[in-house]
Structures are given as structure tokens and as C-alpha cells.
């Protein structure tokens, strides 16, 4: 019967968030989190992550600048958000449905780069996004791309 709880309750998140994908929305990216890796690279990676889903015709995505004169001006502070409940209130400051935090870890030659949506008026993590580079510091940005491409194909965006 749990299971039965569970499956309806991960269909009946599926189905909703599949109608709103074809509206028009509006999302944040907030800078990654750089964790055992140079830390510039969370930005970068979510500037890539930026980039693309500004592609998307409909898609409203919130410039880095106006999220961070947010934080400035409700005194949050956004250097390595992973935190759930800092996205939903930088989403709900900046009018955005959705909010998309992250991380790039690295390790070695390996890095791994996460992300996740967080639906803003609910606080909770939709769906995870992952991939992984073992070319070191300089496969982080194909890996990034391969990310983003990722979190668009989920939202039902356009395939490059």
C-alpha cells in the first residue's frame, strides 16, 4: 500500500510538472557550489546551465545580477547555496517558478557535476540532474553543456 502511496504521488509530480513545462516559465540559477575544486567553477557551470535554457522560447531565465542584488538587499547569503529553503525564498524574491541549485565536486582527474529543481512554491526538490567528466578541470565544460542539456530535455525544451 506504501508503494502504491509512493508511485501515485511521483506520477501525480510528474504529470503536473509536465503541463507547466509547456507554459511559459520563469527559473533561477544560482552559482553552483565548488567543493574540492577550483572555485570559479561553480559559476561557470552555471552560467553554461544559464545559457542554454535561455535558448527556450517561453523560458524566462533570472539574470545572475538581479539575483544577487536580491540576496544583497535581503541579506541572504548565496556563496555555495545548496540549501532548499534560501532557493525558494531567491525564487520567490526574483518571481520565479523554479529554482535550480547545484554543485561541481572535484576529486582527482573526476568531477562530478550535480544540480537540482526546486519547485518554489512547494520547497521541494522535483528532480536531480548528474553527469561527470574524468578529463579533469578542462572536461568540466563539455560536462556542463552535457548538464544543461540535460535539465532542458526534463522541462521539455527543444533538443539542440
Given at each position: 500500500?506504501?508503494k502504491?502511496?509512493?508511485?501515485i504521488m511521483?506520477g501525480?509530480?510528474?504529470?503536473?510538472f509536465?503541463?507547466?513545462?509547456?507554459?511559459?516559465?520563469t527559473?533561477?540559477?544560482?552559482d553552483?557550489?565548488?567543493?574540492?575544486?577550483?572555485?570559479?567553477?561553480g559559476g561557470?557551470v552555471?552560467?553554461?546551465?544559464?545559457?542554454?535554457?535561455?535558448?527556450?522560447d517561453?523560458?524566462?531565465?533570472?539574470?545572475?545580477?538581479?539575483?544577487?542584488?536580491?540576496?544583497?538587499?535581503?541579506?541572504?547569503?548565496?556563496?555555495?547555496?545548496?540549501?532548499?529553503?534560501?532557493?525558494?525564498?531567491?525564487?520567490?524574491?526574483?518571481?520565479?517558478?523554479?529554482?535550480?541549485?547545484?554543485?561541481?565536486?572535484?576529486?582527482?582527474?573526476?568531477?562530478?557535476?550535480?544540480?537540482?529543481?526546486?519547485?518554489v512554491?512547494t520547497?521541494?526538490?522535483?528532480?536531480?540532474?548528474?553527469?561527470s567528466?574524468?578529463?579533469?578541470?578542462?572536461?568540466?565544460?563539455?560536462?556542463?553543456?552535457?548538464?544543461?542539456?540535460?535539465?532542458?530535455?526534463?522541462?521539455?525544451?527543444s533538443?539542440e
Amino acid at each position: 500500500m506504501k508503494k502504491m502511496a509512493v508511485m501515485i504521488m511521483a506520477g501525480l509530480v510528474v504529470f503536473a510538472f509536465a503541463g507547466t513545462a509547456l507554459a511559459d516559465m520563469t527559473i533561477a540559477v544560482t552559482d553552483f557550489r565548488s567543493l574540492g575544486c577550483q572555485f570559479y567553477l561553480g559559476g561557470a557551470v552555471a552560467e553554461q546551465v544559464r545559457n542554454r535554457l535561455s535558448e527556450e522560447d517561453g523560458w524566462i531565465v533570472v539574470e545572475k545580477g538581479q539575483i544577487a542584488a536580491v540576496a544583497a538587499e535581503q541579506r541572504l547569503n548565496l556563496s555555495g547555496l545548496v540549501d532548499d529553503e534560501t532557493a525558494v525564498k531567491v525564487g520567490n524574491y526574483v518571481g520565479a517558478r523554479y529554482v535550480i541549485v547545484g554543485s561541481v565536486n572535484g576529486m582527482g582527474d573526476t568531477y562530478t557535476l550535480s544540480a537540482r529543481l526546486v519547485d518554489v512554491e512547494t520547497g521541494i526538490g522535483l528532480i536531480g540532474f548528474e553527469t561527470s567528466t574524468g578529463e579533469g578541470e578542462e572536461g568540466v565544460l563539455d560536462a556542463s553543456r552535457v548538464l544543461a542539456e540535460q535539465i532542458v530535455i526534463e522541462l521539455g525544451g527543444s533538443t539542440e
